[in-house]
């Protein structure tokens, strides 16, 4: 019989561990042994609280999803300001928190990519994603031009945003998500004064 209490530090300890071993390995590799390794649990402590490997990746990638969203709304509660260049500003910020660009966080979002197309409930996941980014855009520079416009502006940083984290995830040094953040911000004027 589990400890009570103990299933939300179990839940946690095995989305790390799923982490590391995507990290290590690639998910092509990932198993569920491996991830009870890194984990120092037994593998079916995995089926117990997620019902399989699939289970598993679903509530990691909703655990970095979470993430994202934590590191967009803190800096969006620290303005002082809600004008659209500062939102805006602190949705790319978010973007590229460091919760985002470490490299276990980086490959788990990569093979997420990959794998959203294959898979139904990570694609969900996906779509429901890039459906937020697109809209906290466009509501935000719906206060600084017309509607059309902003639309166009959301798909255009949003685009933005994805190509630099893709990129830099991809480079053998990594993200450098102050040189992205530089980039990203650099266009989001850009697209305000034109």
């Known amino acids: 019989m589990p400890k009570v209490g103990m299933e939300p530090i179990r ?20 198993t569920i042994v491996r991830i009870a390794r890194h984990a120092g649990v037994s593998s079916g402590i995995i089926s117990h609280y997620f019902g ?44 590229f928190d460091r919760s985002q660009i470490s490299g276990p966080a980086a490959k788990t ?24 980014l697109y809209t906290n855009l466009c509501y935000q520079f719906c206060k600084a ?3 059309e416009q902003a639309k166009n502006a959301a798909k255009d940083l949003a685009a933005l945003i994805d190509g630099l984290w893709l990129r830099g995830a991809l480079a053998r040094e990594g993200l450098d998500a102050d040189a ?11 697209l305000l004064t034109a």
């Open 11 to 30: 839940r946690q300890q095995l989305i790390a561990a799923t982490m590391a071993a995507i990290d290590e390995v690639g998910l092509g590799e990932v």
């Open 145 to 147: 031009m017309p509607r």
């Open 52 to 95: 399989g490997k699939d289970g598993l990746l679903e509530a990691t990638m909703r655990q970095i999803l979470t993430d994202l969203s934590q590191a967009v709304a803190r800096r969006r509660r620290a303005l002082n300001e809600q004008g659209a260049r500062a939102q805006i500003g602190a949705i790319i910020e978010g973007n």
């Open 180 to 190: 992205a953040r530089d980039l990203a911000l650099a266009h989001l004027d850009r």
């Open 109 to 132: 979002w990569l093979a997420f990519w990959a794998s959203s197309m294959h898979r139904p409930a990570l694609a969900r996941l996906q779509t429901i994603n890039d459906r937020r």
